[in-house]
């Protein structure tokens, strides 16, 4: 038999409200299961099998839930603050109640490629720095990028606070841009790396983690689920693909 959750708790995880509220929806005949009018908020129902709607409108419920994020400038990669917008708030409903935060963070004013997730031990095999799961930038950077900052990168650069930083890429992709390759997520990292070896960076946005790139599809403040291959490439190199 499959695993089976009390009613509210489904209705709770994709969005429906609270506890009370759920049950008080409950008890008004909006919510239904197999076809039938359930006002018993902890019955317990098999996802999957069961068939649970609210007001006719049916309701997925999956356990854990994998987003790509276009995150745009101006945004907190948070689950809540009280004074500023956060990526939680990019997303619709069915979200609110599963407990989504992001993988990782970009900073206010960075752009591009963020992870959503409520699964713990996916999210911590991308952020740890001991998986070495790269993760690529393109930063606008005012200064004279030195010759050698392929090299100085590449050894580990030490930033004012004394922190060692894992071995890097940084590589010319442009006139005042370059592509930007790490494998940790310090604090406000890519900026400090650059500001070690003379540059300002003006903006900065993520376009790849491990093999999965952003989808040129999606613009700033949308969203999509991954797929499960694509669940797989954040831990893959983009030279093995």
């Not at 790509?68 to 500023?84: N, W």
């Not at 590589?171 to 930007?180: A, M």
């Not at 983690?209 to 989808?215: M, T």
């Not at 999509?224 to 190199?237: G, H, K, N, P, Y």
């Amino acid at each position: 038999m499959a695993d089976t959750i009390r009613l509210d708790k489904l209705l709770g995880h994709t969005g429906w409200g609270t506890r009370k509220e759920i049950r008080e929806l409950c008890r008004s005949g909006a919510v239904a299961v197999n076809g039938m009018s359930c006002r018993d908020s902890s019955l317990k129902v098999q996802p999957g099998r069961d068939t649970v709607t609210v007001k006719g409108e049916p309701v997925s419920y999956e356990e854990f839930y994998y987003l790509m994020l276009y995150k745009p400038e101006g945004i907190l990669s948070a689950t809540e603050d009280p004074h500023a917008r956060t990526v939680i708030d990019l997303l619709p409903r069915q979200f609110s109640g599963a407990g989504l935060f992001p993988v990782g963070r970009l900073d206010k004013d960075t752009t591009g490629l963020l992870l959503l997730t409520n699964d713990g031990q996916w999210a911590h095999r991308i952020t740890s720095p001991k998986k070495h799961v790269p993760k690529v930038y393109i930063a606008r950077v005012a200064g004279s990028v030195p010759g050698d900052i392929g090299e100085r990168f590449a050894a580990g650069l030490v930033l004012d606070d004394g922190l060692v930083c894992l071995p890097a890429k940084a590589v010319c992709s442009g006139e005042g841009e370059l592509t930007i390759t790490v494998q940790e997520g310090k604090f406000h990292q890519v900026k400090r790396m650059c500001a070690a070896v003379g540059l300002t960076v003006e903006a900065l946005h993520r376009v790849r983690i491990g093999s999965l790139s952003l989808d040129e599809t999606l613009t700033p403040g949308t969203w999509r689920s991954l797929t499960e291959t694509e669940r797989d490439a954040v831990f893959r190199s983009p030279e093995t693909d």
